[in-house]
Structures are given as C-alpha cells and as structure tokens.
C-alpha cells in the first residue's frame, strides 16, 4: 500500500513530460469524453506555453471510472485523499464525492502519466463540484486545441482555479483574460458569482 502525506505527496511529485501524442494514443481505448485540464489546457488553448508546468491533469466523468480502469489495465492506479494520501485504486472501487483525483503510472519506479479528475454531471449537464447551482451543456464543456487535443474551455479551467487562487492560478488568470471573448467572460463571472461574491477576478473582468 502506497500511503503518503504532506503537501504534493512529497518525493512523489515526478511526472512524465508532457506528450500530446503519446496521451492521446493511450487515450484511445478510453470509450468516454476526456479533456486536457489545468494550466496546461490553457496554453493548449491560447497556442503558446506561458508558463512551466509539472503535472498533467486530465478531465473525465465521474461515470466512467470503469472505462478508465479498461483503458489502463496493467498500470498502476491512485486515488487523492482530502488529507494527501495516494491509496491503491483497485477495479472494484467506486469513487464517490469528495474524492476526485485519480494518479497513473505504468509501474511503480515510473514517473506519473496524469492526474484523473473525475467530474459531476447530471443527464447532459456538467455540474461544478463546488457549487451544483453551476452548470454547462455536457456539449459546451470541451473544445479542440490546435493540433486536434480536447481541451475544457477556458472559463471552466479558470472557476477552478479561482478557488485556491494561488500563485500560479493568478498568472494563468492574466495570462488567459485577455483571449477570452464576451461570452466566455460573461459566462465566468455569473458562475463566479454564484460561487463566491465578490471574487477579485471578477471585479478585474469588470473593470
């Protein structure tokens, strides 16, 4: 049993280089939607790296744990407890709220592949964790970055980052606010609205 606590899981913290390629290849047996997530789904986004970056995050739904187990049969799985634990994450398991981050890695002495982040949904509708007043067409969540990766959209990548607001959430904020078009802005600043009043990016998106 791996079981690791502290902030960033200690000497774990060592993931693959990020390859385009090499994710969507073995994305290919995962018969669901998945998105590129985080930081780097902006810079896939707006066509440029603004930033370095260590991990991976990748978007799925919640639903389809069980395809994420067929695609990656034979590699080592995680889960994320809210007190930075990594616990094996076996078939038979049903991650249920508040758990969400699942880690992935071919063997036990290779680095991380991504971080799985399950997301909430009812029907056709994507439902924000923090705040299921927050919704989106299951249709509207995802886009296609150059070069054919599925990516979140920006505004959606971005509530998430508003939560923590750390360092490097604030710079991927003004680095991606001045591409987003009218319609993503509005659509942030209601969901932020209705998550957190007053937020500083939305008093920013106003000004």
Known sequence: MLVVIGFDYGALWKWEDFDPSRLS???ASFDAPWWVAGGRALDLWMGRQTRAHQDVDVAILREDQKQLHEAFGGWELYYATPDHRLLPYRSDHWLEVPLHGVWVRPASDAPWLCEFLLNEHEDHQWV????????RPLDEVGVRALGG????VPEIVLLYKAHELTEK???DFLSALPYLTPSRKAWLLEALD??????PWARRMRG
């Open 194 to 199: 209705e998550t957190r009043p007053n937020h």
């Open 169 to 171: 959430d604030e710079a």
């Open 149 to 152: 990766m599925p990516i979140l």
């Open 128 to 135: 924000y964790r923090r705040n299921p007043a927050v919704r």
């Open 25 to 27: 290849s073995l994305m």
